[in-house]
C-alpha cells in the first residue's frame, strides 16, 4: 500500500489522459486550450503499465480526467486497459458530457463503472455564459442515457457568485426525482485564474449550514471515495455533495494522487511542481515504476497552501482534471 509520512494511504488514482479541452470554461480556460499541439500524451501501454503498477501498490480506484478525456480517439481502449487491471475495482470517468449521448454506450461496454458529469448551471443561457457552448441540452440527453444504463452518476458544478443562488435553487427541485449526486465545488484558485477567484470565490460553508438546517443528513464515506462532504435527504432521489478544499484539515483525509496526461506524477493538485515518470513508464517495468512511486510518495507535504494564496504549479484545472 502506498502510504506517506502523515499514515494517508492512496486508494485512487486521478489520470489525466489529455490536457486539450473544446469548452471555454470562464474560471479554467476562458480563452480556449492554448497548449503545445506537438505535445505527446501517455498511451494506451504506458497506461496499462501505470495503473498495473498502482493496482499493486493497494490503488483500487482510477478515475479518467483530462482537459476532455472523451477528445482522444482511444478512450474506450484505455477505459477497457484500466477496467482489466487486476486490482482496480472501479474505473469513473469525468466529462464536459459533450459527447456524452453518442459514446456513454460504448464506454460502458469497456469497462466504465462511474461518471461525472460537468453542468454549471442547469439555464441555458447560465449554461452557455459559463462555458461558451450552448449544448446544456446534449449533456442532459447524455446523463439520461448514462442513468438508463444504470451508471452511477455525479453531477460537478463549480460555485461562482453571479450564478450559484438560482442553480442551487433549481437543483433542490431537480433532485427530487433525478437520481444523481449533486456536487457543488469551491472555485479555487490557480495561476491564470487570480483576479476571477478574488470576484467570484464563494464558500461552501453556508450552503452546508442551510442543507443541515432543511433536514439533510451527511453521509459517510468509502475508503476510495473523493474529498466531498455527500448529504442525503428522504424527500430526494439525488443527494448533494460540497467540496470545500479551502476548509480547515481538508488534507487530513487524501487518499489520492494525479498523473498529469505527460506523465508527470502530482503529489496534490497544488504541488510546486510534476515529478517524472515516463522513463520508467516507457520501460513497461511494472517494478520499476513503483520502486518510484515509493520513493516519491514521501515527498508529499501534510497539506496545500491555498488558504496562503499559494496554488504551486497549477496553472488552471485543465492540466490536471481538478
Request: charged fraction near 20%; include cysteine; aromatic fraction near 8%.
Amino acid at each position: 500500500m502506498l502510504e506517506d509520512r502523515f499514515g494517508r494511504r492512496f486508494r485512487y488514482l486521478r489520470l489525466s489522459i489529455t490536457e486539450v479541452c473544446n469548452f471555454r470554461c470562464s474560471y479554467c480556460l476562458p480563452d480556449g486550450y492554448q497548449g503545445n499541439a506537438k505535445q505527446t500524451f501517455l498511451s494506451p501501454q504506458e497506461i496499462t503499465t501505470l495503473a498495473g503498477a498502482f493496482a499493486g501498490l493497494g490503488t483500487s480506484k482510477i478515475r479518467i480526467t483530462g482537459g476532455e478525456p472523451s477528445l482522444r480517439k482511444d478512450l474506450p481502449q484505455i477505459i477497457q486497459r484500466c477496467a482489466q487491471t487486476p486490482g482496480i475495482q472501479k474505473v469513473a470517468l469525468t466529462t464536459n458530457g459533450f459527447k456524452l449521448p453518442k459514446m456513454v454506450d460504448q464506454w460502458v461496454s469497456a469497462g466504465l463503472n462511474a461518471l461525472n458529469v460537468s453542468i454549471d448551471s442547469l439555464d441555458p443561457r447560465q449554461f452557455y455564459a459559463i462555458t461558451g457552448h450552448d449544448k446544456l441540452h446534449t449533456v442532459l440527453a447524455g446523463l439520461d442515457r448514462a442513468l438508463a444504463l444504470n451508471l452511477p452518476v455525479k453531477v460537478n458544478a463549480v460555485l461562482l457568485k453571479p450564478y450559484s443562488q438560482s442553480l442551487l435553487q433549481t437543483a433542490l427541485t431537480w433532485l427530487k426525482s433525478m437520481p444523481v449526486t449533486l456536487r457543488l465545488i469551491e472555485l479555487m484558485q490557480t495561476g491564470d485564474n487570480q483576479a476571477f477567484f478574488s470576484q467570484h470565490h464563494l464558500s461552501g460553508q453556508g450552503i452546508k449550514r442551510a442543507l443541515l438546517e432543511q433536514g439533510w443528513t451527511r453521509i459517510t464515506a468509502d475508503k476510495a471515495a473523493g474529498p466531498a462532504q455527500e448529504f442525503s435527504h428522504p424527500d430526494y432521489q439525488g443527494r448533494i455533495g460540497l467540496i470545500m478544499p479551502y476548509d480547515k484539515d481538508f488534507c487530513a483525509s487524501c487518499n489520492r494522487l494525479r498523473v498529469a496526461a505527460n506523465g508527470d506524477l502530482h503529489l496534490c493538485l497544488f504541488a510546486e511542481q510534476g515529478l517524472s515518470l515516463r522513463p520508467w513508464l516507457q520501460t513497461g517495468d511494472i517494478a520499476a515504476v513503483q520502486q518510484r512511486l515509493s520513493e516519491l510518495i514521501g515527498l508529499k507535504d501534510a497539506s496545500h497552501w491555498l488558504h496562503q494564496g499559494h496554488s504551486g504549479a497549477t496553472r488552471q484545472l485543465a492540466m490536471l482534471g481538478g
